[in-house]
C-alpha cells in the first residue's frame, strides 16, 4: 500500500516515537511510506536523526507549526493537498491535533473531487485529546466542535487507550465501531535489558546521588499540568521521614527554571535532582538507575513512562487519569485520585520503604505489558485496520 502519514513536529514525544516506529515497520513490510512533517520548534528537543537510512521519506514543511496561525496553516494545508493530490496515497494517517485537522480536511477535500484519491482511506490516531477539564469551558466546546467536523472525514480511529475512545465517544466524536485501541509501541530491548552496576554508579554519580539512595524518578516535560507541583509537595513530607530517598526529574520545558527555584528554596536542593533534556538511548538507563516511577499528569493519553518503566521492572505510582488505569493497578503499582498528595504521600512512602514489594510489582508489571506493547503488535493491529478499509 502506499501509505502517508502526517505529524505536527518531530519532538521527544510519545505520539512521535509512535508514529516513528509504525512508519519503520511498515516500511519494512515492503510499504510504500511518506511521513508529513513541520519543524520541531520547542525545548522538548527532537527526532529528525531517527528518520535517517530508514526505508520511509520524510517531508518536512516549515509552516505547519502547533500553534494556531490561520496564514500558516493556510498555507500548510495546501502544501499537504498538494503533495497527497502528487502521491495518490491508499491511506492517509494523522496524528496529533494540527496536522490532524489540517491532514484529515486536505485528503477527504481531494477525495470529494479527484477520481484518482477516491479510494484514499482516512484515518486518525488519538494520542490524547485536545479538551479536558483543566482548560476553559468554552475552549473546550471550540475543540471539540472542530474535532467532531474532522471526525465526519474520517474512515477510522486507532486510539492508543480506551480510556480515548470512551472520551472521544461521549463528546460524539465519531461512532464505536470506528475505533480501536493500539497501545503505543516501546522499542523494547534497551529497557528489558538490565544496566550494569558500573553504569548505574556513573549515572547516579553525575547527579549526585548515593549507592544506596531509593530514586524515585519522573520522565515528563516541566511544564503546566504534568504535576511536578504535587510531587515536590510529597517530597517535602517524605524527605524528612527517608533521608535515603531522592527524587529525580528528567525532562525540560519553560517552567523548568520555576522548579528550580521552589526546591532550592525549599530547601530541597540536594533531594530534588534535574537532568534536563536526555535524549531517548538514556531514558532506559534514567529508569534502571531508579527505583520508582512516579507519573503525576493531570491529561495523556497513556503516559509512554508507565510501560516503559515496567519493562524495566520498576513498579509505577499514577494518577488515575485517562489510560493509566489499563497498566497501573495493585498488582504493577499503585493508581492514586488526581491532585490528591496525601495519597500520592502515602503511596511512595510504601514503596521506598519496601523493596521487596517493589520488586514484585516491578516483575508483575513487566509480564504485563511486554506484549502489549511490543512494536509487531501495534502495528499488526494498524496494518489490519488498513487492510480492512482499503478492501472495501
Not at 34 to 61: C, M, S, W
Not at 246 to 272: A, R, T
Request: aromatic share 8%; charged share 25%; with cysteine.
Amino acid at each position: 500500500m502506499k501509505i502517508v502519514h502526517i505529524i505536527t513536529r518531530l519532538i521527544l514525544g510519545g505520539a512521535q516515537e509512535n508514529t516513528l516506529i509504525t512508519c519503520k515497520l511498515l516500511a519494512q513490510r515492503g510499504h510504500d511510506v511518506t511521513l508529513i512533517t513541520g519543524p520541531a520548534i520547542g525545548p522538548e528537543g527532537e527526532l529528525f536523526n531517527q528518520t535517517r537510512d530508514q526505508k520511509y521519506h520524510v517531508i518536512l514543511f516549515h509552516k505547519m507549526i502547533r500553534a494556531i496561525c490561520p496564514l500558516y496553516d493556510t498555507i500548510s494545508y495546501y502544501q499537504i493537498k498538494r503533495l497527497l493530490k502528487q502521491l495518490r496515497p491508499d491511506i492517509v494517517h494523522t496524528h496529533s491535533a494540527k496536522a490532524g485537522i489540517l491532514g484529515r480536511f486536505a485528503a477527504h477535500s481531494l477525495r470529494s473531487k479527484h477520481d484518482a484519491l477516491r479510494n484514499t482511506r482516512i484515518v486518525h490516531t488519538i494520542h490524547g485529546l485536545a479538551f479536558h477539564p483543566y482548560q476553559n469551558h468554552l475552549l473546550n466546546k471550540f475543540y471539540i466542535a472542530v474535532e467532531k467536523a474532522a471526525a465526519k472525514r474520517t474512515d477510522f480511529f486507532i486510539s492508543v487507550a480506551d480510556a480515548m475512545t470512551d472520551q472521544a465517544t461521549a463528546v460524539g466524536i465519531g461512532r464505536p465501531e470506528q475505533f480501536t485501541t493500539a497501545y503505543s509501541a516501546i522499542e523494547e530491548d534497551d529497557f528489558l535489558q538490565p544496566i550494569s552496576k558500573e553504569l548505574k554508579r556513573t549515572f547516579r554519580q553525575k547527579y549526585g546521588i548515593a549507592e544506596d539512595a531509593v530514586v524515585l524518578v519522573t520522565i515528563a516535560r516541566l511544564f503546566m499540568l504534568k504535576g511536578h507541583d504535587y510531587i515536590i509537595e510529597s517530597a517535602k513530607t517524605l524527605s524528612q521521614r527517608y533521608k535515603n530517598a531522592v527524587w529525580l526529574f528528567v525532562g525540560d520545558g519553560n517552567l523548568s527554571q520555576h522548579y528550580k527555584e521552589q526546591v532550592h528554596q525549599l530547601g530541597l536542593s540536594e533531594k530534588i535532582k534535574f537532568t534536563g533534556l536526555l535524549p531517548p538511548r538514556q531514558i532506559p538507563v534514567a529508569i534502571n538507575s531508579s527505583d520508582i516511577l512516579v507519573h503525576c499528569s493531570l491529561r495523556e493519553g497513556l503516559a509512554r513512562t508507565l510501560p516503559q518503566a515496567m519493562l524495566c521492572a520498576k513498579p509505577a505510582v499514577s494518577f488515575d487519569v485517562d489510560g493509566a488505569r489499563e497498566v497501573v493497578n495493585e498488582n504493577t503499582g499503585r493508581l492514586i485520585q488526581p491532585q490528591n498528595i496525601e495519597q500520592l504521600t502515602a503511596a511512595c512512602e510504601e514503596l521506598i520503604a519496601d523493596k521487596d514489594l517493589r520488586d514484585k510489582l516491578g516483575r508483575a508489571g513487566r509480564d504485563s505489558v511486554k506484549q502489549k506493547f511490543a512494536p509487531e503488535t501495534m502495528v499488526d493491529t494498524i496494518e489490519a485496520v488498513y487492510k480492512k478499509l482499503t478492501a472495501n
